[in-house]
């Protein structure tokens, strides 16, 4: 697994060093991807461990991009070992008895891949916050709490176990931007309101492109280095911003996350396509229309004088960052 922080550009150049050491690469959007090096050991001489040292070494020499790179023997200790400490490291998690049970102990229910926010505070209110916990607790009641499929999964993982294979994958036509807060954010008022900034900086960049979007994805990160991400389709195919935010907002209110500390999310509109080959639903109220003229004068505003922000109101103040 591996992460790299910079935008698309910064992604693009992990995907490339990634595929020069093997061509077996899941690219994970908007920062991330799973490589199986197992044929590749031998080919370079190295473990995988010292390969990830040379993904890092290429990527910061040729391209001045760093990345974070977490090596074990299935994809979910992989992940894992990738956000376990700060950006811009090395981390593997061996593979001899007892190593990756010794690597999971005591760590939060929350880092397990598959656990959101709903599902580790139902484990916790049954005192099942740690991974180790929920590995030792009987199948039975993990399956009362989650489900059959879900709790046979969960504690499948919390042992450190992964069958899925890494499935090489082209990038798809996407294209992204997210927004880091400067603590922890608890009030939905303001993530809305970043959520509303990067809904108008996608459209934007659509607009500019002629492209638009058939689907939306939203990741939400929080305090515990976990995310939630997740993905819906567009009624039509639109790079109309307030269908954006519109979107964007469902996404988010399906979380339900009350009082999760979050601290970015991000936006991606997904499978793109051509403005000229798509049509829209016509509508008879005038503000619709007058909201797309607008859009347009906007769009021409910004086209010309690029440094400057135009767009509503409610993000006068507000930064902006793309992914």
């Known amino acids: 697994m591996c992460t790299a922080a910079g935008g698309p550009a910064a992604f693009d150049v992990l995907l490339s060093v990634l595929r020069d050491i093997t061509p077996v690469v899941e690219a994970l959007p908007p920062d991330a991807a799973l490589a199986d090096v197992t044929g590749s050991t031998r080919y370079f001489g190295r473990d995988a461990a010292g390969l990830g040292a040379l993904i890092r070494v290429r ?24 956000h376990d400490g700060p950006p811009g490291a090395v981390r593997a998690v061996g593979g001899g008895p007892g190593e990756a049970a010794a690597f999971l102990d005591g760590k939060p229910v929350g880092a397990l ?13 049954y005192g099942l916050d740690t991974v180790d916990r929920l590995a030792a607790a009987p199948l039975p009641t993990v399956q009362r709490l989650l489900g059959a499929r879900l709790g046979r999964l969960l504690r499948d993982r919390a042992h450190g176990a992964d069958p899925t294979p890494v499935s090489p994958n082209a990038p798809a036509r996407s294209v992204g931007a997210d927004h880091r807060f400067d603590r922890p954010e608890l009030d939905p008022g303001r993530r809305h309101r970043a959520l509303l900034a990067l809904a108008a900086e996608l459209g934007l960049r659509l607009r500019a492109d002629d492209q638009v979007a058939r689907g939306l994805t939203l990741t939400v990160r929080y305090a515990d280095r976990s995310a939630t991400t997740r993905t819906r389709a567009l009624p039509e195919p639109t790079a109309h911003t307030p269908a954006l935010a519109t979107a964007a907002y469902a996404l988010h209110d399906a979380l339900r996350l009350q009082r999760a500390r979050v601290t970015a999310v991000a936006l991606r509109a997904e499978d ?52």
Not at 60 to 80: E, I, K
Not at 113 to 125: I, Q
Request: some cysteine; glycine content about 10%.
């Open 113 to 125: 891949h598959g656990v959101g926010p709903k599902t580790a505070r139902t484990l916790c209110d």
């Open 272 to 323: 793109l396509t051509g403005a000229a080959g798509t049509g829209r639903q016509l509508t008879f109220d005038p503000r619709a229309e007058n909201i797309r003229r607008a859009e347009s004068v906007t769009d021409r505003i910004a086209a010309r004088w690029p440094g400057l922000l135009v767009g509503p109101a409610s993000l006068a103040g507000l930064p902006r960052r793309s992914a």
């Open 59 to 82: 990527a910061l020499a040729r391209y001045d991009v760093d990345c974070t790179v977490g090596v074990a023997a299935n994809p979910l200790l992989a992940r894992m070992a990738a």
